[in-house]
């Protein structure tokens, strides 16, 4: 049987910020319908992979492919067209707050509309069913005209979830998406976000520090240690021993270089 192309694929990438090295070697292969949680702790590379994956980021050496594109081969126009069908979900939501939800939610139509449409749009909005809808099938219909500043972290996240689903991205990218939220919320973006790639056979690559919710919504587990992969394997195949390792180490390493540090002065 012939394997099908890749939606996202790293070919020796590395990537230095300045001299210092944030990701080495990296190879990965991404493929339709899977759902892949980057663990790892900080500073480990999740965000540099992420961003490298979205093309908001190129790498200082090796081959970034996305949605069947080299990237690193791509004029800006190109690469915003891949970028269309790619949505982020960031930590930080990346949402205005002085505006009102439905033109955060609206931001997911901005790689298709022209800046005057976009204009148009904020001072009398545009597409409001899609808009009503998408915060609906995130369980916050009752928010659209709210201040996005007044809405809870569990809404604000929901509100990004939304913007990425107007977008109607083929992968969506989420960037430690419950790191600032309670369990229960927790849950309940989780599952939310599994639900909206299922419900249209959507790719995720989701970076998360809870290993828990990594084991059970994912099928696929990448453990970055120091800017490497130090494995990629199915999720019932990693074992809270293996997961716990990758943490544990970086921590032992800390600490010997803590008590060395200490000893010098
Ligand atoms: N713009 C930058 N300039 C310099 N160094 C950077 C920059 N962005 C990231 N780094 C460094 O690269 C390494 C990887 O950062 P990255 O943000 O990818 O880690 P992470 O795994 O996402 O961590 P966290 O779990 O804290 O979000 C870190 O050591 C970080 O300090
Ligand atoms: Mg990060």
Redesign the pocket.
Known sequence: MCQPDPIFELNHVSHQ??T?Q??TDINLKIFAGECVALV????????????LLNGTLRPTEGEVWALGRNLNQLSSRQLQQVQRGIGTVY?QFHLVDNLRVIHNVNAGHLGRWSFWRALRSLIHPLEVETAAKALAQVGIPEKLYARTDQLSGGQQQRVALARVLVQDPLAILA??PI?SLDPESSREIMDLLLRLTNENSRTLVV?L?ALEFARSHCQRIVG?RQ?QIVFDAPAEQATREMLEAVYRLERKEWMSETVKEEKEK
Not at 40 to 51: E, F
């Open positions: 910020f300045g210092f944030a990701l790892g702790s900080s500073g480990a590379g999740k965000s540099t992979l992420i961003r930590q960037d430690e790191a970076s520090h970055l800017g």
